[in-house]
């Protein structure tokens, strides 16, 4: 199998916030990027309404700083929706991603237009990490020819966060800390659905781990080498 070209880019910004659709009164937060949100955010680059499935592209994500969150109170104004009335404040409890840093890997049939876009920093749409408040500007790093794994290895380093069910097994390692996210919306659809979940595993403080990999994992995951990146780096 041949090199498969990889952009890479990075997002960081003071805050994000990418709520977990299971909370209600208190907007709890993902670790990282979501992959609907990530789709987001290449789609307002592109300028597309809605990022086309179809694309067949893949997309990862490696965390470079360790996750810390906060909670902090916002004032909700303006929503329509409520029984009393748009200039309601109502005081809300939001978890907060403080200084996240994450390296976004994307390959595709976007692949050119999204690097002359990310490379020259332009835009259609303002990109934001999660929630509107939560700006960010992606910054380019490179473009790179993958290397995909070998389909008789099953036990790999991997550098990146990883879908779970992607995972047969974590060879122990000592110091190493996981953390699996559960419930991770899949899909997009239009009017502002959602199809299927899935859960990830990450390494709390951003260190390269083995694992044995599921020969049938439900959702596709692809494990591509990048230069400069110590292990392999799961695309889904």
Same mark, same amino acid.
């Given at each position: 199998? /041949?090199?498969?070209?990889?952009?890479?880019?990075?997002?960081?910004?003071? @805050?994000?916030?990418?709520?977990?659709?299971? !909370?209600?009164? !208190?907007?709890?937060? +993902?670790? $990282? &990027?979501?992959?609907?949100?990530?789709? /987001?955010?290449?789609?307002?680059?592109?300028? $597309?309404?809605?990022?086309?499935?179809?694309?067949?592209?893949?997309?990862?994500?490696?965390?470079?700083?360790?996750?810390? !969150?906060?909670?902090?109170?916002?004032?909700? =104004?303006? *929503?329509?929706? =409520?029984?009393?009335?748009?200039?309601?404040?109502?005081?809300?409890?939001?978890?907060? #991603?403080?200084?996240?840093?994450?390296?976004?890997?994307?390959?595709? *049939?976007?692949?050119?237009?999204?690097?002359?876009?990310?490379?020259?920093?332009?835009? %259609?749409?303002? !990109?934001?990490? /999660?929630?509107?408040?939560?700006?960010?500007?992606?910054? $380019?790093? /490179?473009?790179?020819?993958?290397?995909?794994?070998?389909?008789?290895?099953?036990? #790999?380093? %991997?550098?990146?966060? &990883?879908?779970?069910?992607?995972? *047969?097994?974590?060879?122990?390692?000592?110091?190493?800390?996981?953390?699996? %996210?559960?419930?991770?919306?899949?899909?997009?659809?239009?009017?502002?659905?959602?199809?299927?979940?899935?859960?990830?595993?990450?390494?709390?403080?951003?260190?390269? +781990?083995? %694992?044995? =990999?599921?020969?049938?994992?439900?959702?596709?995951?692809?494990?591509?080498?990048?230069?400069?990146? *110590?292990?392999?780096?799961? @695309?889904?």
């Amino acid at each position: 199998m /041949g090199d498969l070209p990889v952009l890479v880019f990075d997002l960081r910004a003071p @805050l994000a916030h990418f709520r977990r659709p299971d !909370t209600t009164l !208190t907007h709890a937060t +993902y670790p $990282f &990027i979501t992959r609907t949100a990530l789709r /987001g955010l290449l789609g307002a680059v592109m300028g $597309f309404e809605q990022w086309p499935e179809e694309d067949g592209g893949w997309t990862g994500i490696q965390i470079l700083r360790p996750v810390t !969150t906060r909670v902090q109170q916002l004032s909700m =104004l303006g *929503k329509g929706f =409520l029984e009393s009335g748009p200039t309601f404040n109502r005081p809300t409890t939001v978890e907060l #991603v403080i200084q996240p840093y994450y390296r976004i890997f994307y390959t595709g *049939k976007f692949i050119s237009e999204l690097t002359d876009h990310i490379r020259n920093h332009r835009a %259609v749409y303002h !990109t934001y990490l /999660g929630s509107a408040f939560a700006l960010v500007v992606p910054e $380019f790093v /490179g473009l790179y020819p993958g290397s995909p794994l070998r389909p008789q290895e099953e036990e #790999v380093l %991997v550098a990146s966060v &990883i879908p779970a069910d992607a995972v *047969k097994s974590i060879v122990p390692e000592p110091g190493l800390i996981f953390n699996r %996210v559960g419930g991770l919306l899949y899909q997009a659809l239009p009017h502002r659905r959602f199809t299927g979940t899935i859960n990830v595993i990450y390494e709390e403080n951003n260190r390269p +781990y083995r %694992v044995q =990999l599921m020969p049938s994992p439900v959702h596709p995951v692809s494990l591509v080498g990048v230069p400069d990146i *110590k292990g392999y780096v799961a @695309l889904w």
